[in-house]
């Protein structure tokens, strides 16, 4: 599970280099090609396009958790699985039909580099999703003591064996 761990961890970077960004808001969106969409945004709002970097911030912080929790250096998140498969798809998708290739025909090489981070990314969190469909639960998940399995089983109405 250590891809889904540099997957988490990658995440949380992105989600921090976004709320740095934002000293420098305009500089950036001008450097990763987004400077006409967001002025757009900020024709209508001027906050917008702030909120937006925001937005996505959170995001990339919600799917760094996820991987972590993933990899068992967090509780375990509800819906981890369908999480996990909803991320690589995102990533791959940036990494191939929404952007990638388009990017590597015309030669934009800052794109490029992108497309390949959201490649990397994106095959993490396919490994960790295949790898809990394998197993049905995280390798590192706790395990119940005896006495926890017994009053579980209780509550759930199943009888479970002593253990001495």
Known sequence: MSLLRFGGWANLAI???HLVALGWAWTVFR???IEEPMRDLADQNAALPYLLTLFLAAFFVVFGLYALSA???LRRLPLLRPVLGFVATVYLLRATLLGGI???LAGDVKQIVFAVIALL????YATGFLALGKSGSRSRL???RADERQAAGGRLGVETDQVS
Request: proline residues 5%; contains cysteine; glycine residues 16%.
């Open 31 to 33: 450097w990763v090609d």
């Open 71 to 73: 990899a068992g250096a």
């Open 121 to 124: 990314i994106g095959l993490c």
């Open 15 to 17: 989600a921090a280099g």
């Open 102 to 104: 388009s990017d590597l």
């Open 142 to 144: 706790p395990s119940l």
